[in-house]
C-alpha cells in the first residue's frame, strides 16, 4: 500500500517535523488556578499524550491580562505560567514532539469582568454584539475602547515578552493568534476598524499592528521560529463580519510574510458556509498556496482521507487536527494502523479536571482493555 502523505516527514529550511500531522490550537480551560498557569498533572500529560504528532500548537494562551476573554485559560506573562510551561514543554520532548505556543490577545471578545470594570481593548469602540465566556457564564460583549497608541505600543511589547518567555520556558516557537475575530484580525477588518490613524483606512494600515508585533517578536524570536494564524473566510462568528476588502487584505498579508521566511503560515478553511458572499473565498488552501511560497498549513473539517489528499494536490504542506485530536490522543498511530477513530464529547471541552481532557485512551489501550 502506498505509504500515506500525512505520515511523511517534513523539512523545510525552517522546520523538520517527524510527520505531517498538526494538532491545531485549542482552548480547552484547565487552568483552574489563581495564578492561570498550565500544570504538569494536566497540561503535560494532555500534550505528552499527543506528542506523536508532527508538530503541536497549544490552546491560545494570553500574552498579558489584558489579553483574555475566556475562563481558566493560561497566560505566558508571569513566572509562574512560566514554570508551568517548562514542566509541558519537558514532557513533550521527553516524548520525542515539538511544540509552538499560540500567543493570544482577545481584544473586545471580552468582557468588563475579566479586567476590574475596565472595557476591553479593540482597534474601534464597535460592539461585537458576541458573547464573552466569563467566570460567571456567558455574558454579551460591550463597547470596547478604542486602543490609544500607548495601548498599542504597551501591547506590542506584551507580545514581546510573551515570546521571549516562551523562548525561556522551552517552546519550539510561536504561532501569533491572528485568527478568529481576535485582536489582529479586528484590526484586518473594516467593519471592526474604523480608525482614522495609520492602523486604519488602508489595507497597509490595517495589517501595520500585525506587522508591527511580528518584527517585535522577530527581535526576542528567530523567524523559524514565528508561526502566524489566519480565518480568511471567517463570516458571522466570534464578532467577524467580511467586507470586501477582506480578501484582498490576507492577500497583501499572506504575499509580505514571503519575506520574512517564517516557520509557517496556518490557515483555516471557512468555518461557515460563505458560498452566498460574493467577496468570500471559499477554498481557503486552494486560493492562498500559489500566493504563500513558505510552509503551508491548513486546517477545519479534515479527516484521514482528504488530509492526504490535499497534501497530494499540493495545496498545502501541512493539516491540522483539531476536534479529532480532542478524543484521539494517538491520532498519528490511528491513521498509520487504519483504527477506529473515537468521537468527541463537547460536554467537556471546555470543563475543569481531567474528564475529557487525559482520559480519552490510545486505540491500543481501548482494545486490551
Ligand atoms: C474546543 C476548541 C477550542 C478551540 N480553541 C482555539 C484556540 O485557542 N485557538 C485557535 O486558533 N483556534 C481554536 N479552535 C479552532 C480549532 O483550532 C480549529 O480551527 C477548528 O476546530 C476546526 O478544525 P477541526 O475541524 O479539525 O476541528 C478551537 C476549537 C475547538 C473545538
Request: net charge negative.
Amino acid at each position: 500500500m502506498k505509504e500515506q502523505s500525512l505520515l511523511q516527514p517534513y523539512h523545510s529550511d525552517q522546520l523538520n517535523l517527524k510527520n505531517r500531522v498538526v494538532m491545531a490550537p485549542m482552548t480547552r480551560s484547565r487552568a483552574a488556578n489563581e495564578e492561570k498557569k498550565p500544570t504538569a498533572a494536566l497540561h503535560g500529560r494532555y500534550y505528552a499524550q499527543r506528542a506523536s504528532a508532527g508538530l503541536i500548537i497549544t490552546e491560545g494562551s494570553q500574552v498579558s491580562e489584558e489579553a483574555v476573554g475566556y475562563v481558566n485559560t493560561p497566560g505566558i506573562h508571569s513566572e509562574a505560567q512560566i514554570a508551568g510551561w517548562k514542566e509541558v514543554t519537558q514532557e513533550v520532548h521527553e516524548q520525542d514532539g515539538k511544540i509552538f505556543i499560540q500567543l493570544w490577545h482577545v481584544g473586545r471578545m471580552s468582557h468588563p469582568d475579566f479586567h476590574d470594570g475596565e472595557l476591553p481593548l479593540a482597534p474601534s469602540a464597535i460592539n461585537p454584539e458576541a458573547e464573552s465566556y466569563t467566570p460567571d457564564g456567558f455574558k454579551d460583549t460591550v463597547t470596547p475602547k478604542a486602543m490609544t497608541k500607548t495601548d498599542i505600543q504597551k501591547t506590542i511589547d506584551d507580545f514581546k515578552k510573551a515570546a521571549k518567555n516562551a523562548m525561556e520556558a522551552g517552546f519550539d516557537g510561536v504561532e501569533i493568534h491572528s485568527s478568529n475575530g481576535y485582536l489582529f484580525h479586528q484590526f484586518f477588518n473594516k467593519t471592526s476598524n474604523v480608525r482614522t490613524d495609520e492602523y486604519g483606512g488602508s489595507i497597509e494600515n490595517r495589517s501595520r499592528f500585525f506587522f508591527e508585533v511580528l518584527e517585535a517578536i522577530k527581535s526576542v524570536v528567530p523567524a523559524h521560529k514565528i508561526g502566524a494564524r489566519f480565518n480568511p473566510s471567517l463570516h458571522g462568528v466570534f464578532g467577524t463580519a467580511m467586507d470586501e476588502e477582506t480578501i484582498p487584505t490576507f492577500e497583501h498579508i499572506v504575499k509580505k510574510l514571503n519575506d520574512y521566511d517564517l516557520a509557517y503560515i496556518h490557515l483555516s478553511e471557512p468555518f461557515t458556509d460563505v458560498s452566498g458572499l460574493p467577496f468570500a473565498v471559499t477554498e481557503i488552501a486552494k486560493h492562498f498556496r500559489p500566493i504563500y511560497k513558505g510552509t503551508l498549513i491548513i486546517n477545519g473539517g479534515f479527516d484521514q482521507q482528504s488530509g492526504n489528499a490535499i497534501i497530494e494536490a499540493g495545496d498545502a504542506d501541512l493539516v491540522a487536527f483539531a476536534k479529532l485530536y480532542i478524543s484521539n490522543p494517538d491520532l498519528v498511530e490511528r491513521f498509520a494502523e487504519h483504527l477506529h477513530l473515537a468521537d468527541w464529547d463537547k460536554d467537556t471541552f471546555y470543563t475543569p479536571g481531567p474528564e475529557g481532557y487525559t482520559d480519552y485512551p490510545k486505540a491500543k489501550v481501548a482494545q486490551n482493555s
